[in-house]
């Protein structure tokens, strides 16, 4: 007999207490905060599922780490530990040290920016979207069509649309400095990105001359689906698997807020020396000396131990479990999510499950407000509040999709948070109907999912 439970492959040390508030003052709060959650205080949010950037719970070796940083101006011996850690597994040649992953994409942006520049990517997140077009620079997504739809079932949803990308090498090539694959694809719903996908991305940009960048966050949740989901990788060790991702790529950038379970941290880490010369410059003007980027020595200690859990396959059989557990339950109270479920999240389809709330009534912050109401649980809306855009009248137009994610904070809550969640949505299946839609009283005019004051009803 094989025992079928997974459990949290750790024990409890330190305990941060969540005050329990009660529905009636949730009520209170919501009004408060202009219905707007990124308005809430953390001490009034009983499960905190806004994003799983920063907000892991570190280890105590990673504890231990700190007390052993090194926090020299020059030449720490942290930065060192670092290094050696990252380059087990990313055997890049330059490693770039940086306060989280948009500062490694500011640097990068602000080296290739020139006229007509375009940059390909599976999927670019807001910030690296963000990066290359403020350096006047086009960032274009080319990810499979599967990756566009919730409901397609495909296991590597992140791929890249390989037929696009060769004909969008043929088509730009002399405006493109690189290619970049995000690892898992987040903003497609955390959809992992196959070895195939990889190595023949690799071969294009190969045959066309252009280096392979990848922003590979979340890493070692990608190399698990492999592991799980690809031919010829079962046998094979997480750490292989990784080794193996990164042999294709020239360089890549990081925000080791995600997998390497940082509160704070990232880095830029590439093989070409004169590239490598020019982000050092640009490193020194606005994050620091290259052998502390952004950070403290301490936080480059607790990250180099950092790096090695997240490879750990107990943590990540733990990990992915989580994530599907909650899925598959709302899946089973016939709530739409993004199917198969992604690495870090679940997204929760608020169009498909509130058909009676139109796209401009943001039927996701109206989710997102039930959901804090019910249960004090704090999600993120990612629809037409944050991605709708304006016709030539200036109309606004809804975003493609109307999801609420669930991001899961790394080794924070236990299986009876989850259950407690699913207890909520539970709930909230009952009387569904009645959640109401929402208007926008105050915007700001840029990111205004950030400050927006809501009205529902
Ligand atoms: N790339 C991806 C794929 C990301 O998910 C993020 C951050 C970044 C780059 C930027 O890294 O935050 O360290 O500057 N994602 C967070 C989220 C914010 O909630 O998904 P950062």
């Given amino acids: 007999m094989t025992i079928k439970t997974i459990i949290e492959p750790f024990r409890i040390k330190s305990v941060e207490p ?18 707007n959650l990124f308005n809430i205080s953390s001490d009034d949010v009983i499960i905190d599922l806004l994003t799983d950037s920063g907000t892991a719970a570190m280890s105590s070796a990673q504890w231990a780490a700190i007390m052993e940083g090194d926090e020299s101006y020059a030449g720490s011996r942290s930065f060192l530990f670092f290094c050696e850690s990252i380059r087990k597994l990313m055997p890049f040649k330059h490693i770039i040290p940086t306060h989280q992953g948009r500062a490694a994409e500011r640097i990068l942006a602000k080296i290739v920016a020139a006229d007509g520049v375009r940059i390909p990517n599976n999927t670019h997140f807001d910030t690296t ?3 290359f077009e403020d350096q006047g620079c086009i960032a274009d997504n080319l990810v499979i069509a599967e ?37 898992t694809n987040n903003a497609g719903g955390g959809q992992p990105v196959s070895m195939a996908n990889i190595r023949a991305v690799k071969a294009l940009c190969g045959k066309s001359g252009k280096p392979l960048f990848l922003d590979a966050c979340r890493f070692a949740e990608n190399a698990y689906f492999i592991k799980q989901r690809e031919s010829g990788y079962q046998d094979k060790s997480i750490t292989t698997i990784v080794k193996e991702m ?4 020239d360089g890549m950038t990081m925000s080791a807020k995600k997998d390497p379970f940082g509160n704070i941290g990232g880095w830029l880490a590439l093989n070409d020396d004169a590239l490598a010369e020019q982000c050092r410059n640009q490193l020194v003007i606005t994050e620091g000396f290259p052998t502390y980027g952004g ?17 750990d396959e107990d943590y990540l059989a733990y990990r992915i479990r989580t ?3 909650l899925g598959h339950a709302l899946q089973a109270l016939d709530i739409p999510i993004v199917s198969p479920v992604g690495g870090h999240a679940v997204f929760v389809d608020a169009k498909a499950w509130l058909p009676h709330i139109p796209a401009l009534e943001y039927p996701g912050q109206a989710l997102a407000i039930a959901l804090y109401e019910i249960g004090g649980i704090r999600s993120c809306e990612i629809g037409s509040v944050m ?24 080794r924070v809550y236990t299986q009876s948070h989850v259950d407690y969640v699913i207890e909520c949505f539970a709930e909230l299946a009952k009387s569904k109907e009645s959640i109401k839609g929402c208007q926008i009283t105050w915007q700001p005019e840029r990111l205004r999912h950030f400050t927006a004051h809501f009205l529902q009803g």
Avoid at 387 to 410: C, I, Q
């Fill in 246 to 249: 990164f042999s294709y790529a």
């Fill in 18 to 35: 969540i005050t329990l508030t009660t529905r009636e003052q949730r009520a209170d709060i919501l009004k408060d905060a202009h219905f």
């Fill in 387 to 410: 991605f709708a855009s304006k016709d030539e009248n200036g109309t606004e137009v809804a975003a493609p999709m109307e999801l609420v994610r669930l991001a899961m904070p790394r």
């Fill in 147 to 183: 990756g566009l739809s919730p409901i397609h079932e495909h296991p590597f949803k992140g791929n890249m649309d390989l037929a696009a990308l060769e004909s969008y090498l043929a088509v730009y090539n002399e405006h493109i400095p690189f290619v970049m694959l995000t690892i």
């Fill in 323 to 325: 994530i599907e557990y």
């Fill in 129 to 131: 979207r963000a990066n």
């Fill in 295 to 311: 950070l403290a020595g301490r936080d480059l200690a607790a990250l180099a131990v950092g790096v090695q859990e997240a490879v």
